[in-house]
């Protein structure tokens, strides 16, 4: 199946009635991924950016480069400095040791999420290692987040791990399905 018609697909069902607000005991945690190859990136984001502007669901998109920029909005000087001054490897460390506080993470990520449908998470790509996707919707999980989210994904879902440009492989349990 294409690309496009998977695409086609993803927004039929985001506006199936009671996508947003799923119902009944033991109902799943409503995250969902979306994976391509990351040779669709550019046809994925402009679908995606057609999509936003089309739909009259109240969704919003996380950006991850956007959020993890956001995060370290007081402190970005000071993290080019580290990286100019003593590489790629102090850099990834600086920001590792903050990311590593779990709450600081779940609680800006549920503060940007506030009173939306769904969310969509984009730019899993380039943020990688700094945030890893597969690290955040853990989180998110053992917070209890029940708001429904789709994970653009470039690489690939087993439907037991995810495999980000079809090649870095991260061995989690996720409480995620395949949308489409």
Not at 37 to 59: C, F, H, M, Q, W
Not at 102 to 114: M, S
């Amino acid at each position: 199946m294409t690309i496009y018609k998977r695409l086609e697909q993803l927004e039929e069902r985001i506006n199936e009635e009671g996508f947003t607000t799923p119902k009944g005991i033991g109902s799943e945690i409503p995250h969902f991924v979306f994976d391509y190859p990351a040779e669709d990136e550019l046809t994925v984001r402009t679908y995606v950016e057609g999509l936003l502007k089309r739909t009259s669901l109240n969704i919003k998109e996380i950006n991850l480069f956007e959020f993890l920029i956001s995060l370290f909005e007081e402190d970005l000087q000071e993290l080019i400095t580290i990286a100019e001054e003593e590489g790629y490897v102090e850099l990834s460390q600086a920001i590792q040791t903050v990311l590593e506080d779990q709450d600081l993470l779940v609680n800006a990520f549920i503060e940007k999420a506030d009173n939306v449908e769904l969310i969509f998470i984009t730019g899993v790509g380039t943020v990688h290692p700094f945030i890893r996707s597969s690290h955040l919707l853990k989180k998110l999980s053992n917070h209890a987040f029940r708001t429904p989210l789709i994970l653009f994904y470039p690489g690939y879902f087993s439907g037991v791990d995810l495999r980000l440009f079809n090649k870095f492989r991260h061995e989690d349990e996720y409480q995620i399905t395949r949308i489409s």
